[in-house]
């Protein structure tokens, strides 16, 4: 699992598996009414990972103090 974040967006990725491929998730899910989040899924149904808005009110603080930035690998 790996966790990226983008502060200037407060936008997370949860990335559950290691490697995505482009074009690889192919289906994007809102997890609910009203929620900052969305399942990523491939073609055989596999959930890939999770996008979330809001991510400095939603992450637990630990989770939020081992993300990565967005835009480094």
Do not use: C, N, W
């Amino acid at each position: 699992m790996r966790v990226t974040y983008d502060a200037e967006a407060d936008m997370a990725y949860i990335q559950l598996v290691e490697r995505i491929e482009p074009g690889e998730a192919v289906r994007q899910v809102p997890a609910g009414d009203g929620t900052t989040a969305v399942l990523d899924f491939d073609a055989e149904g596999r959930l890939l990972g999770v996008e979330l808005s809001g991510a400095a009110r939603t992450l637990h603080p630990d989770l939020m103090a081992a993300a990565g930035k967005a835009g480094r690998d």
